[in-house]
């Protein structure tokens, strides 16, 4: 389960950094709803000034209807979301609300799954956005989707929001991907299949010291763990082996 | 009992917030002599405190706070990213697995297991959140409690020297640590995961209130 859906992850997010558009962002976010099967999924944006942006699969009726109604003044997730940073399960929101269940019910006749988990992003000064999964099935089915891949779809809303950002700034690249010496090298002995004991003794440095390099090139590669970021450096051209 | 409080669902625990806003001050103002704001009512906050943090606090069996500290995400504004970027020369840190923690505080008199304790509820909430990291920038005098608590940073950067020398560094997550942190805090790793649970809404703990 877990390697399938780092095999969609991985691809979604080297893609994404050939985006330019918002227009291409938004193909690209319908583009990862269908390879991860899932019914929908909403990247919703809203800046410090509060200009709003949204790519989402939901269908334009529904969003029509929901934008006129001003639904996010009851939407249990939108109201969950403003004040917290860890993403939200949908099962854990109160839906028994009187208007809430009606809302629900409108959602689930215009194609909205019945499960959901919704992760809050936190950008630099005060942007926020929310990327949410949306699928049906049951509470047990659901609990171990989000057990399994919450790593991944962590990454995937942080690699949205980052390249939405930097569309909206008009920049090029947020910040050209550069490994330091130290770095690229302890990436390639670990690429070339060395320990950490024995990576860390051909460089003379401390296992210690060199768990920070791997850290550090592990962050600006925006990789998951030490494996992820050897075959990101790998691929990228950051180094070679 | 570790209590993990989103900002909004402070105002639910008035006793232990109040003074865990007056015992930071007691810290950082008083007793640390930080450059910090402290309102008349004796508080000290700050603008992250402004942000939605999360909260981990050790709670008294009076209801008070004995020890706490804060988290947010290296996503958005940070201590770090705002005013000791110069530590971490380089990419700025930004990882939806890292959180910055902050305001690491402890009631006067608060006996040292109170120490591990709440390292041990840092550990329980970014392994609950699927985290790799914590960041935090901290004073010298830090770096001999998180040695003796067996979980030291990874030191990023540092400037000044001796007393004066500040740091930034980096926590792993990892369960392997849960064992020794909670033998330390006196406290049962199942209590600890009865509290985690309890906060996130998950299983039979999940249900509880309180």
């Known amino acids: 389960m877990r390697s399938v859906m780092r095999g969609i992850v991985e691809p979604f997010i080297d893609r994404m950094l050939q985006v330019k558009t918002l227009d291409e962002l938004s193909v690209e976010i319908t583009a990862l709803r269908d390879s991860l099967d899932v019914e929908n999924l909403v990247y919703h944006s809203v800046n410090s000034t509060g200009e709003q942006y949204a790519a989402l699969t939901y269908s334009e009726k529904w969003v029509t209807r929901y934008l006129q109604e001003d639904y996010a003044r009851i939407d249990p997730v939108v109201q969950s979301c403003y004040q917290r940073f860890d993403p939200v399960d949908w099962q854990q929101l109160d839906w028994s609300g009187k208007a809430v269940r009606s809302f629900l019910g409108e959602a689930q006749d215009e194609g909205i799954g019945n499960q959901g988990l919704s992760i809050p992003i936190r950008g630099p000064s005060g942007q926020f956005a929310l990327f949410t999964v949306n699928q049906r099935g049951n509470n047990d089915q659901w609990a171990h989707y989000v057990n399994e891949n919450l790593a991944d779809l962590l990454l995937a809303a942080h690699y949205i929001n980052r390249k939405a950002l930097e569309i909206e700034r008009g920049d090029e690249e947020v910040a050209r991907l550069h490994l330091s010496p130290r770095e690229a090298d302890t990436l390639k002995m670990l690429a070339l299949g060395y320990s950490r004991a024995k990576a860390a003794e051909l460089l003379s440095i401390s296992e210690h010291t060199l768990l920070v390099y791997i850290e550090n090139a592990r962050v600006k590669l925006g990789a998951s763990n030490t494996t992820n970021a050897v075959a990101r450096a790998v691929i990228g051209g950051l180094i070679v082996v | ?210």
């Open chain 2, 1 to 210: 009992m570790l209590r993990y409080l989103k900002a909004g669902e402070l105002g639910r625990y008035p006793k232990l917030a109040d003074t865990m806003f007056a015992d930071r001050a007691s810290q950082f103002h008083a007793r640390l002599g930080w450059d910090v704001t402290v309102s008349t009512e004796g508080q000290e906050r700050d603008e992250y405190d402004a942000t939605d943090p999360v909260y981990v606090i050790w709670e008294g069996r009076d209801g008070a706070h004995q020890g706490s500290m804060r988290f947010l995400p290296t996503t958005g504004p940070t201590m770090l990213a705002d005013h000791f970027r110069h530590l971490v020369p380089g990419t700025p840190i930004q990882s939806p697995y890292i959180w910055e923690t902050t305001r690491f505080c402890l009631t006067p008199g608060a006996p040292s297991r109170v120490s591990a304790t709440l390292m041990l509820g840092g550990l329980e909430l970014g392994l609950a959140h699927g985290l790799s990291h914590a960041v935090a920038v901290f004073d010298a005098r830090m770096v001999r409690i998180y040695r003796q608590l067996g979980w030291p940073p990874a030191i990023l950067g540092t400037t000044g020297t001796g007393r004066e020398a500040i740091s930034a560094g980096l926590w792993a997550f990892e369960p392997e640590l849960r064992p020794m942190l909670a033998r330390k805090a006196r406290l049962s790793v199942e209590l600890s995961q009865f509290w985690i649970d309890r906060a996130l809404g998950r299983g039979a703990a999940g249900q509880l209130t309180g």
